[in-house]
């Protein structure tokens, strides 16, 4: 069975910094393009970005680009997400979220997510 | 960005109607099309790629049809679990982008 469980979400003040990680189990995670969905209070999810099976490439969206960097270890089956200089608008649950096994850019298993409150 | 717009925002239904929501993507995407079904406190659930393949284990009711900039996705015979709030993603190109959402509820 594919599990994804996230941890690391909290509260944190504007301008504060937060690394979340992703633990995968039931599939061989070194095949897979990983990504980070987010979604605000009542509003729909939002892709963060993704990044290959190697780690070598790396796409974001532009709102946190140069914030937030998305890294993965497969010897470790984990998936992060660090981000830095965090602004009230990315108070969001953080889903990390399997890319389907074609690796075309849907997502085919999500985690249960993790909150991130930014707040002073 | 390729910008997807869904309509309804929300709709009220009953149980055994056939409901139909419809996904515009601002350019092209071909087929490159996801849905996603999401209840609330709950992450979401993939149910159609490539605009119209199910995926294993979801009800033959549900069905995706489109390609280009339309697309649906058709509920055929509401089941009383299917009270959900559902989602179009486009994947043609980055920025991955994600319709508003269409909330379908019990009448």
């Known amino acids: 069975e594919v599990q994804l469980v996230e941890s690391g979400g909290g509260l944190v003040q504007p301008g504060g910094s937060l690394r979340l990680s992703c633990a995968a189990s039931?599939?061989?995670?070194?095949?897979?393009?990983m990504t980070w969905v987010r979604q605000g209070p009542g509003k729909g999810p939002e892709w963060v970005a993704n990044?290959?099976?190697?780690?070598?490439?790396?796409y974001y969206v532009d709102s946190v680009t140069g914030r937030f960097t998305i890294s993965r270890d497969n010897a470790k089956n984990s998936l992060y997400l660090q981000m830095n200089s965090l602004r009230a608008d990315d108070t969001a649950v953080y889903y990390c979220?399997?890319?389907?096994?074609?690796?075309?850019?849907?997502?085919?298993?999500w985690g249960q997510g993790t909150l991130v409150t930014v707040s002073s | 960005d390729i910008q997807m717009t869904q309509s309804p925002s929300s709709l009220s239904a009953s149980v055994g109607d056939r409901v139909t929501i419809t996904c515009r993507a601002s350019q092209d995407i071909s087929s490159s099309l996801a849905w996603y079904q999401q209840k609330p406190g709950k992450a979401p659930k993939s149910l159609i790629y490539t605009a119209s393949n199910l995926l294993s284990g979801v009800p033959s009711r549900f069905s995706g049809s489109g390609s280009g900039t339309d697309f649906t996705l058709t509920i055929s015979g509401l089941q009383p679990e299917d009270f959900a709030t559902y989602y179009c993603q486009q994947y043609k190109s980055y920025p991955l982008t994600l319709g508003g959402g269409t909330q379908v509820e019990t009448k």
């Open positions: 979220a399997r890319t389907d096994p074609y690796n075309s850019g849907w997502f085919d298993q």
């Open positions: 039931g599939f061989t995670f070194s095949s897979h393009w």
């Open positions: 990044i290959n099976q190697g780690g070598s490439d790396k």
